[in-house]
């Protein structure tokens, strides 16, 4: 990493959609990290955005380009309401500069702004070092492993790390084996 400040963190606006769509379909077509297949049209994405809980964007301190995004909404709903969940694409041009670690750290704060007493991640690709190192150095603990959870552009199947953040100082899971 540079000797640069972190990105700016901001809620997104209109203004950001295009590069917001061109990240996000980015990270869909490289296909080693989201679920989704399919690319969102700028109407799609415009709709998509708009229904999150909150989005925030990275952006660089010189020149204003969006680096990266994050989305955040319910997990679940009723009962498990409280439960967030979010995801987080940067653009690949834009990686190593810390933007992921600014839209993580920013997520956390939003969660907890918006009530929710957990962050959880259902399926971190676990071939996803970089992401999941991240995760690990600001309390993210892994539940888990799901065997072949995720199929790769390949056809081949890659496991899946559900992750855990306690948002209101909940004691750490118990992840101990079932006996």
Not at 74 to 89: D, E, F, K, L, T
Not at 139 to 159: A, H, K, S, W
Request: hydrophobic share 40%.
């Amino acid at each position: 990493m540079s000797n640069r400040p972190a990105p700016a963190v901001v809620p997104y606006s209109t203004e950001h959609l295009p590069a917001m769509t061109a990240i996000w379909n980015e990270v869909v077509v490289d296909g080693i990290a989201f679920p989704q297949e399919d690319q969102l049209s700028v109407e799609e994405a415009t709709a998509f955005f708009a229904e999150q809980t909150h989005c925030g964007v990275a952006l660089d301190h010189a020149t204003g380009e969006v680096l990266g995004l994050y989305i955040l909404h319910p997990n679940n709903v009723g009962r498990c309401g409280h439960i967030s969940n979010a995801s987080y694409a940067v653009g690949s041009k834009a990686r190593g500069r810390g933007a992921g670690r600014a839209l993580v750290s920013d997520c956390i704060q939003q969660a907890r702004t918006h009530g929710f007493k957990v962050l959880q991640f259902n399926a971190v690709v676990a071939t996803n070092t970089v992401a999941r190192k991240l995760y690990e150095s600001l309390g993210f603990v892994q539940l888990g492993t799901i065997p072949d959870g995720f199929r790769m552009p390949d056809g081949t199947y890659e496991d899946i790390c559900p992750y855990y953040l306690s948002l209101w100082g909940c004691p750490k899971p118990d992840i101990s084996p079932v006996p």
